[in-house]
């Protein structure tokens, strides 16, 4: 079965049940399978004793062999968990993969959930970018062509083969080790009603990514004295064709992860979240200042989003 929703449904399992408020870190995988096992999450299902009742795979299925709830992908599982109907469901994964929900740190021994994803994190081959096609949303959206071409961003068609990508703008995720390609952030330039924004790679853990990071590295020595913290990829590439280093945690919090990428980057953060992010974002400024210099500046008024400062603006910050 395939459907506008696919891309909900196959959200990795365990990310979903993690932003669910089930505590996977308690999770056993089953040796030899993508499938990990542990307490039933099910509301009017708390088992005292047996907390191995309930097994999720990694395609989507999941069971419980005490209170026998099933059923296969991220919509059934949230709306049995959280007992709410189709669309709220389906507006809560959005919100997912879009925003992510502040991660926990990797915990456990070896073989736990977060481990075994991270093991198998391999650089992605793909061949999206020999089918760029001109683009006027993004070349609207990003005017300066040499920002287009550092970060690597393109609009995708394939005319012989359907894909989730096509007509999409793709913007690549890189390994701030390696500087490889694994994957791509999909931005709908036209989302239709009910369509995300954005696509994030299911099964990629975002957590470990940080936009723009690895161009730092190319364009600076690091690390460099101050550096802009902002939601977005297209605020970054903003960001820097103003002439300011710029990266983006692909949302508005910050993983340990991810922190321990920004200092080796800078010596202080300015961290930009979207205006309707502020009050949330307070948190994530006091853990950065755990680790590094931080200003925390609210937008002048009028502007909801970093992306349409002006540079006179920014520098008034
Ligand atoms: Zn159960």
Known sequence: MSDKWEHLRQLAPLDVLSSLGVDVS???????????YGKCPFPGHNPKHNTTSFSVNADGRYQCFGCSEKGRGSIDLTRAIRKVGFQEAVSFLERLTIQPQPQKPAIGDSGTPREALEGQLKPLKASYHKFAVPCEWLETRVPDQTIRQRFGVFCYNNPARKSVYSGKVMIPILGFDDGELYGYLARNPAPKDGEPKYIFPKGLPKHLFVFGACQIKQMCEVPIKKLYLVESPFSVMKFVSLGLPAV?????????EQLAILQSLAKGI????DRNKYEDGKAVAAALAGKLWVKYPPLPEGIDDPEKLSLEQVQAL
């Open 26 to 36: 308690t999770f056993k995988k089953r040796s030899g399978k993508l499938e990990w």
């Open 248 to 256: 983006s945690p692909f949302g508005w919090s910050v993983s340990d």
């Open 270 to 273: 300015i961290y930009l979240p």
